[in-house]
């Protein structure tokens, strides 16, 4: 038993106490006084846990704000990269023999929006955007 525990059994014996002397009469307004006590520390636990919830909730956040990284790794950034300046030389070869200067201009153009799309979309600040973070359960 905790000390909250000796307390509410502490009131409740008292109430009895107090209903045996005035009689029952009073048992009404004794039942009353104790439920409100009791309800007191049911609200009061309540709040405790929930404030505590929103603490950890709002902890838990700062900590994701903080180590928040890029959505793709170096490697995986390096890789792609790496892929597109090695297909680049065939797509550069054929748009050079095919058209040649405009075809050449059409392939790198092709190569630098693929990689234009890729960096954008591992690192939304890149261009100005923001991502939007995913909204709280507790917000409406």
Do not use: C
Request: hydrophobic share 45%; glycine share 6%.
């Amino acid at each position: 038993m905790d000390a909250h525990d000796t307390e509410l059994k502490k009131e409740l014996n008292a109430t009895l106490h107090a209903r045996r002397e005035l009689g029952e009469e009073y048992e009404s307004a004794l039942v009353d006084s104790f439920l409100e006590k009791v309800d007191q520390r049911v609200d009061a636990a309540v709040d405790r846990r929930v404030r505590r919830q929103l603490a950890e909730q709002q902890m838990a956040q700062a900590r994701d704000a903080r180590s928040a990284t890029p959505t793709d790794s170096f490697a995986e950034r390096f890789g792609f990269g790496l892929v597109s300046l090695v297909l680049a030389i065939p797509l550069s070869a054929i748009g050079a023999t095919q058209a040649h200067l405009p075809g050449l201009i059409v392939a790198w153009a092709g190569i630098v929006g693929v990689n234009a799309v890729q960096a954008a979309r591992s690192n939304a600040a890149l261009f100005g955007r923001r991502r939007r973070e995913k909204d709280s359960d507790w917000q409406e």
